[in-house]
């Protein structure tokens, strides 16, 4: 059942993160825009399993995968920063 | 020697950094950095042409999870032409650039990273270096023109999109980000790929994906759109070398067949796209019926050949010359599978034959581009003799050149591979 509720949620993010994302005014746009970064993020999270690397300095095996957090903080940055040049880039549009 | 993959890398972002701090120095700065990228990539040739690759596993991880850099014959190639490139535009052209300096070294970075790199995510995060350094560009190139800037934001920013997911689901499938994993794909393995090889199409622009890259340069001055042309775009045209790695040979030749077609449709008259389809369906069928490695050669000439012929034969207003340079640098033919053959032959050990034919086959294309450029706008139908004998050369040079690869056979008993 949970899987099936996180499939429907990220399907409903997608699609309306693209809706939004076709809209011509731009602080919709926009908001399509952090829709879409922030559900790629949670298909991310849903990547990480046990990981079957020896942890640096215990040696456990047991241990949460750091690769998928790695990935969704980086992601999270590039994503920012994307918005961030996304924002400027459109300003004067709004401001004409 | 081990920093000299990674030299590229960090001297195009240092000179993003200092160009942004000291606006007024930013064409000398620019050309002293372009300079050191240019003379570390050739001393990395000669490395690499004494020792073998130079790979670099930053921070001790394990092969496949951390970040890993690999400087070949052909990567310090790319590089250093590039650098060249911005070099020389750097130090000939009269306009002001000093806003632009950074943009262009940051797609610089960007293009250096993706060359360099052999993980995936770092793929990603360069490639969203070069994007965001195109959205400066391109912003300050068009100025508030919205639609366009925003079209090109939304195309990219979905092509990065698929490319995370199919990031995430490579990893989820073979355990690592490394570009060369030794499992076979599983069902979520093909869906990564399938994701990752869609939005290397869409970022390099390959037909049927190409309308933005049309609509985008459209309007763009023609300085700023040789690095935007050259680095931007490329960018795309790497990774799919890299995800081409994955896939059997015959899905670049349909790949590759449907981009060909899909362009060759955009061109008037009926007449001479029957021409192009012609020559190019006669170089697939001999691919397919003898799946030799000269018969690859033959393909890819074949279908350069035909792309001579129709920008030779193309009225100048019809399209922006900057696009149809474009479509032309792009591999548009299922000879794409030779290419991918030829980089990797490349990678490995300098190959003269071969590097003179794809050097000799690149400006035979650049030149037919100019010879187009330059014509008249009412140009008669028919392709000059000019065009005529640069369309022979290119083929004569791709199968001389072409033949001598030592490349994979492409059938095998019970069909394809």
């Known amino acids: ?96 | 020697m081990t920093f000299l993959p990674i030299c590229s890398v960090v001297f195009a972002l240092l000179g993003v950094g200092l160009c942004l701090v000291s606006p007024r120095r930013a064409s000398a700065i620019s050309a002293t950095l372009l300079l050191g990228i240019l003379l570390s990539s050739i001393y990395g040739i000669v490395m690499v042409d004494r020792f073998g690759p130079i790979e670099v596993v930053l921070g001790g991880w394990p092969k496949g999870v951390g970040i890993s850099f690999l400087g070949d014959f052909f990567g310090f190639l790319l590089v250093g032409t590039a650098a060249a490139l911005l070099l020389i535009l750097v130090s000939f052209t009269e306009a002001d650039l000093s806003d632009r300096l950074p943009m262009w070294l940051g797609l610089l970075a960007g293009f250096c990273g993706s060359v360099m790199t052999r993980d995936f995510f770092n793929l990603f995060v360069w490639f969203e270096v070069s994007l965001v350094s195109s959205f400066g560009l391109l912003r300050l190139e068009l100025g508030a023109k919205g639609d366009t800037l925003r079209q090109y934001l939304t195309t990219q920013i979905l092509a990065s999109t698929a490319m995370l997911i199919g990031t995430g689901l490579f990893y989820a499938s073979f355990g690592t980000l490394a570009m060369n994993p030794v499992t076979p794909p599983t069902s979520l393995g093909w869906t990564a790929v399938i994701l990752l090889t869609l939005a290397m199409m869409v970022k390099s622009g390959i037909p049927p994906f190409h309308s933005w890259v049309i609509h985008s340069y459209r309007g763009l001055h023609k300085v700023s759109a040789i690095p935007l042309l050259v680095l931007s775009s490329k960018v795309g045209l790497i990774g799919l070398t890299r995800v081409y790695e994955f896939l059997p040979t015959v899905w670049p030749i349909a790949l590759g067949t449907l981009a060909f077609y899909s362009s060759a449709i955009l061109f008037q008259p009926i007449s001479l796209r029957l021409r192009i389809l012609i020559l190019h369906t006669t170089g697939l069928a001999m691919l397919i019926s003898t799946g030799s490695p000269f018969a690859w050669g033959l393909v890819h000439s074949l279908a350069v050949g035909a792309l001579l012929l129709v920008i030779s034969n193309r009225p100048r207003n019809s399209l922006d010359w900057i696009g149809l340079g474009i479509v032309a640098s792009l591999p548009l033919t299922p000879g794409f599978a030779s290419k991918i053959a030829s980089i990797s032959t490349l990678s490995q050990t300098l190959n003269w034959p071969l590097l003179a034919g794809l050097v000799s086959t690149s400006l035979a294309t650049f030149a037919a581009v100019v010879l187009w450029a330059s014509r008249k706008p009412k140009a008669a139908s028919e392709p000059s003799p000019l065009a005529f004998a640069l369309c022979l050369l290119t083929i004569l040079l791709g199968v001389v050149s072409f033949s001598v690869l030592d490349m994979p056979p492409l059938m095998v008993p019970g069909g394809l591979r």
């Open chain 1, 1 to 96: 059942m949970m899987v099936l509720f996180t499939a429907a949620g990220i399907g409903l993010g997608f699609g309306s993160a693209v809706y939004l994302l076709l809209s011509t005014e731009r602080r919709t746009w926009l908001i399509g825009l952090v829709l879409l970064t922030t559900v790629t993020n949670g298909i991310l999270f849903l990547l990480n399993r046990p990981s079957q690397l020896a942890a640096p300095f215990s040696g456990a095996k047991d241990h949460a995968d750091p690769l998928p957090q790695a990935l969704i903080l980086t992601a999270i940055v590039i994503g920012l920063a994307v918005l961030a040049v996304a924002t400027l880039a459109t300003r004067k549009e709004d401001q004409r």
